[in-house]
């Protein structure tokens, strides 16, 4: 299977859904699933390790992120208005987009807030018209909204959110999104976006013309060193959230942590140099993660009184 997301804007978007017939709840789940199974590699590995009971949830939430990413990214000018069509069903509670069905379940059984879906929307919305960040500090609130709500949803679909595991969530969700922008420069300059804070380019003698011509000088490596040592302080922080979680709940979230981690690890081991070559984690090391975070699960169950 593979995502053509053209093709399912033209099934199931704004001109076509106020015709259809309301799907049912199983149809508009293995709608999630097909969306979720035919997408993203890393997000089946997750699943690996989640209880079946949780899968039509997971895949609900992912179904939903996907569909908005690809609305910002994948329909150009068209992107801003097709993702306040987007909000509008959301908000719609008669929607009949499978993806919304199959969503409203999964927010209603778990009591689910509707504020991290609506703040990535936000942001989205906010990468229609900003392309670069002054500062960190700019950043860090971006980060707020893309990537704080993914954490804080995993959080409530395993029955653990409260205030101090939301805080430490927030923390490896912000370090996920720092290092996939220090790891992707290259990537997200092709669609016209820097995410490295301009304050901090300048004091490292880092232009646009840089990036755009992949020039990765000695002040181009220092900066992004720089940013990775900060980066580092996220996972180390957010590390405390593991023992706090359910048996259930801490693999996956143990995953997302390795990885973002390893990630950091990859740019290390190619000297900063994110231009000439994108540092990636190997399918072996994946794996790797994947069996650990399996078997401290499986310690961690086996331990419990």
Not at 150 to 178: K, M, P, Y
Not at 261 to 283: C, F, H, M, Q, W
Not at 284 to 290: D, G
Request: glycine share 6%.
């Amino acid at each position: 299977m593979s995502w053509q997301f053209a093709a399912e804007l033209a099934c199931y978007g704004p001109t076509h859904t106020a015709t259809d017939a309301m799907p049912s709840l199983t149809e508009a789940r293995a709608y999630c699933r097909y969306v979720a199974r035919c997408h993203y590699e890393n997000f089946s590995v997750a699943t690996l390790l989640l209880p079946r009971r949780l899968h039509p949830h997971f895949h609900a939430v992912y179904a939903y992120c996907r569909w908005s990413d690809d609305l910002a990214d994948e329909t150009g000018d068209s992107g801003l208005t097709l993702l306040h069509w987007w909000r509008a069903e959301f908000l719609n509670s008669e929607s009949i987009h499978p993806v919304m069905v199959a969503l409203r379940a999964t927010t209603q059984q778990f009591a689910i807030p509707p504020g991290p879906f609506l703040n990535l929307l936000t942001a989205f919305e906010h990468d229609q018209s900003v392309k670069r960040y002054a500062t960190f500090a700019d950043v860090l609130a971006y980060c707020a909204n893309s990537a704080n709500p993914v954490g804080r949803l995993v959080l409530h679909l395993f029955d653990c959110a409260n205030d101090t595991t939301v805080a430490l969530s927030d923390e490896i969700c912000t370090g996920l999104q720092l290092a996939n922008f220090w790891q992707d420069v290259q990537r997200d300059n092709d669609i016209g976006r820097v995410y490295l804070p301009q304050d901090e380019m300048a004091n490292y003698g880092v232009s646009d013309a840089d990036i755009a011509a992949g020039n990765a000088h000695a002040g181009y490596t220092d900066l992004v060193e720089a940013l990775v040592d900060r980066t580092w302080g996220y996972f180390r922080r957010g590390a405390a959230l593991l023992p706090m979680l359910t048996p259930e709940c801490r693999p996956t979230v143990e995953l997302f942590l390795r990885g973002g981690e390893a990630t950091l690890r990859a740019i290390e081991l190619n000297d900063y140099d994110t231009l000439s070559s994108r540092p990636t984690v190997g399918k072996l090391a994946k794996l790797r993660l994947l069996g650990t975070a399996w078997l401290r699960s499986t310690f961690h169950r086996r331990a419990k009184p």
